[in-house]
């Protein structure tokens, strides 16, 4: 009995712990771990593609979502509207591409265009993942195909160009064909992808014939100067001459109408001395005498010439002028 006193679990002895209990405690602890892995959270920016026993079940958007614990399983994604990045020839401190990827930079730029030329593009494309679903099941190499399809495309535009329309006017043309064939491509893939803009970012030659391209360069920009100052000229001085020449017509239509009218009246005034001279022929050969007359010795009198009249009054002779000494 002093043995059994002395040692402080000998009162527990005898005493086990109920297996309901312990079933409970098991089971509960199931239940909530089975709740909280069921439960988690899909950023804003983010997608979540729930697969059941490993096949598709459904895309999940933000928020608080549930699963089917040890059932489902979650893959996170981009959303639609996260724009994702693809870097050629160069890279930057926040580069999008993988660094498997970044190996060999300077030989992913070097391109031939099409009159035989050795040209280093740079350039990037933008993209949005909008079939999250495509975008995991589809392609399994998702970065190294669309570089591959991104480098294919580039090229063949490139080389169907010469290096100054490359460096030059075709830029947009390029940026804007890049977009259509890439998406042509990816959705033959069926990758789940849209890109929606290709940059061209420098385009220039190999380093051993730089110079000589700027010279190039300047002597296209000196041309485009000189055509455009010729233009200037030519809108300056185009409007001035049509200007002189819509002003010389505008006189030529005025004096024809002067003439015309004069012409007009001229015949009218005949007429109507025609019409009086029929009524009263003396009167009016009288009255057409004394105006002119009248007429001969008002010039006469303004040129202070003076003029010898026979004497049966048929005819004005003039004479020597007898003022001049």
């Known amino acids: 009995?002093?043995?059994?006193?002395?040692?402080?679990?000998?009162?527990?002895?005898?005493?086990?712990?109920?297996?309901?209990?312990?079933?409970?405690?098991?089971?509960?602890?199931?239940?909530?771990?089975?709740?909280?892995?069921?439960?988690?959270?899909?950023?804003?920016?983010?997608?979540?593609?729930?697969?059941?026993?490993?096949?598709?079940?459904?895309?999940?958007?933000p928020g608080l979502q549930f699963k089917v614990p040890f059932i489902d399983r979650k893959f996170i994604v981009p959303g639609n509207k996260v724009v994702q990045t693809e870097q050629f020839g160069f890279k930057t401190t926040k580069s999008g591409v993988n660094n498997q990827y970044q190996n060999d930079i300077t030989s992913e730029s070097t391109m031939l265009t099409g009159d035989l030329n050795i040209v280093n593009v740079e350039w990037i494309i933008q993209y949005r993942i909008v079939d999250p679903r495509a975008w995991l099941f589809t392609v399994q190499e998702k970065t190294q195909t669309i570089r591959d399809i991104s480098r294919s495309v580039i090229n063949t535009l490139v080389g169907d160009r010469a290096i100054l329309d490359v460096m030059g006017r075709e830029r947009s043309n390029i940026e804007s064909n890049a977009v259509e064939m890439m998406n042509k491509q990816f959705q033959n893939l069926g990758m789940g992808i849209n890109v929606f803009a290709v940059k061209l970012?420098?385009?220039?030659?190999?380093s051993g014939v730089q110079d000589a391209f700027e010279d190039v360069n300047k002597a296209i920009q000196d041309m485009n100067r000189f055509i455009n100052e010729g233009k200037e000229s030519y809108n300056a001085e185009i409007p001035r001459a049509q200007?002189?020449?819509?002003?010389?017509?505008?006189?030529?239509?005025?004096?024809?109408?002067?003439?015309?009218?004069?012409?007009?009246?001229?015949?009218?005034?005949?007429?109507?001395?025609?019409?009086?001279?029929?009524?009263?022929?003396?009167?009016?050969?009288?009255?057409?005498?004394?105006?002119?007359?009248?007429?001969?010795?008002?010039?006469?009198?303004?040129?202070?010439?003076p003029s010898l009249i026979d004497g049966e009054l048929d005819n004005v002779l003039p004479i020597k002028d007898l003022g001049k000494q």
């Open 1 to 61: 009995m002093a043995d059994d006193n002395k040692n402080p679990f000998s009162k527990v002895k005898g005493k086990h712990i109920s297996p309901s209990i312990i079933i409970a405690i098991i089971i509960t602890a199931l239940v909530v771990i089975m709740f909280f892995s069921s439960m988690f959270v899909v950023d804003q920016a983010e997608q979540a593609v729930i697969t059941r026993f490993g096949a598709y079940y459904k895309t999940l958007g």
């Open 201 to 206: 970012q420098n385009i220039v030659p190999p």
């Open 243 to 305: 200007g002189e020449a819509d002003r010389q017509i505008q006189i030529a239509e005025g004096y024809a109408s002067e003439r015309v009218n004069r012409a007009k009246g001229d015949v009218a005034r005949f007429n109507s001395v025609y019409e009086e001279y029929r009524k009263a022929p003396a009167i009016t050969r009288q009255r057409l005498y004394l105006e002119t007359m009248e007429e001969i010795f008002n010039t006469q009198a303004k040129d202070k010439k």
